[in-house]
């Protein structure tokens, strides 16, 4: 079968100016829930999971080297896959 693969992302952090200016009306609050009920329904339509409880800390993102990145990123990982 063919798997899709999908991405987004929005942040703009806590206390800048574009997280000062967000809409929080009923119509974003909306959007936002369809955006969140959509991701969460994607999210379980994958049936893998990890053999053991020690596998899955394993393969956290927590196991790996953040690198220093411009300053509006938090973290940054570089994966080299060779």
Excluded: C, W
């Excluded at 829930?33 to 379980?44: C, D, G, K, L, T």
Aim: glycine content about 4%; cysteine-free; aromatic content about 16%.
């Amino acid at each position: 079968p063919t798997l899709a693969f999908g991405s987004m992302h929005y942040n703009p952090g806590p206390g800048t100016r574009a997280a000062q200016d967000l809409n929080h009306g009923p119509h974003a609050v909306a959007a936002a829930q369809y955006f969140a009920n959509f991701f969460v329904s994607e999210a379980r339509r994958n049936n893998k999971r990890f053999a053991t409880p020690e596998a899955e800390a394993a393969a956290l993102i927590y196991n790996h080297v953040k690198v220093p990145a411009l300053p509006q990123f938090v973290e940054a990982y570089f994966f080299h896959f060779d």
